[in-house]
């Protein structure tokens, strides 16, 4: 069956310019994640959704950032106002809740970002 | 807060040899523990998942183990192969109060094994 898919895989972009970033997650997956990984570093969590719950947005770097996740599927990662420091790969994973092995997480192949 | 250490930070190991990485977290009451592999320019790959109940977990050639009181898990690579060459991530996930699920990464181990 198909993974996760992300869009676009790579996008350039203006500093001070929006960005939205897409992910399908697998079908039947209640759980979705983003995270980011800069240049260097390690994997940073961002967001989860699980199902239709509000969001645990604890790790949103600062309020430029959002997320939305539209119908408990597909999800969009939105950066308002784009800085040079937003440059990385952001990665989407989904796994099926609730507890288990289904916990696995299967990420996409994620978008690379750079802000010029 | 939850940190994720993972030792070393890069390893070059000759096809054939039997490695084990090693990965330390902080907050020992954790939900489960998982490994990837990342490929250069390429997605992650789950590898194992250990819940936090179990002490090992098996997949072929790889072995993970989890010592959750001495918050340390390693993963066991048995005759390595040049394909097996990428930097293997560990992820912890822990419950925060509200019950919602909270996955901190360590910066992860390189690995390259030389045919």
């Known amino acids: 069956g198909a993974g996760v898919s992300q869009s676009p895989s790579n996008k350039v972009t203006e500093k001070g310019k929006d960005v939205e970033l897409r992910c399908d997650p697998i079908s039947g997956h209640t759980a979705l994640y983003w995270y980011r990984q800069s240049l260097g570093q390690g994997l940073e969590f961002l967001i989860y959704?699980?199902?239709?719950?509000?969001?645990?947005k604890s790790g949103l770097p600062s309020d430029r950032f959002s997320a939305e996740r539209t119908g408990g599927s597909v999800s969009t990662l939105t950066i308002q106002r784009t800085q040079q420091e937003d440059s990385a790969v952001y990665l989407c994973?989904?796994?099926?809740?609730?507890?288990?092995?289904?916990?696995?997480?299967?990420f996409g192949p994620g978008t690379r970002l750079l802000v010029l | 807060k939850q940190e994720v250490t993972q030792i070393p930070a890069a390893l070059s190991v000759p096809e054939g040899e039997n490695l084990v990485l090693n990965c330390s977290f902080t907050d020992s009451a954790i939900y489960n523990l998982q490994w990837f592999r990342q490929d250069p320019g390429k997605g992650l790959t789950s590898l194992l998942l250990i819940q936090s109940s179990q002490r090992e977990q098996t997949s072929g050639r790889l072995n993970a183990s989890l010592d959750k009181s001495s918050g340390r898990s390693t993963l066991y690579i048995a005759a390595s192969q040049p394909g097996d060459s990428a930097t293997y991530l560990c992820?912890?996930?822990?419950?925060?109060?509200?019950?919602?699920?909270?996955?901190?990464f360590g910066t992860g181990t390189k690995l390259q094994v030389i045919p």
């Open positions: 959704f699980q199902g239709n719950s509000a969001p645990d």
């Open positions: 994973a989904s796994s099926l809740f609730p507890r288990g092995r289904r916990e696995t997480q299967y």
């Open positions: 992820a912890v996930m822990n419950l925060n109060s509200g019950g919602y699920q909270k996955v901190t």
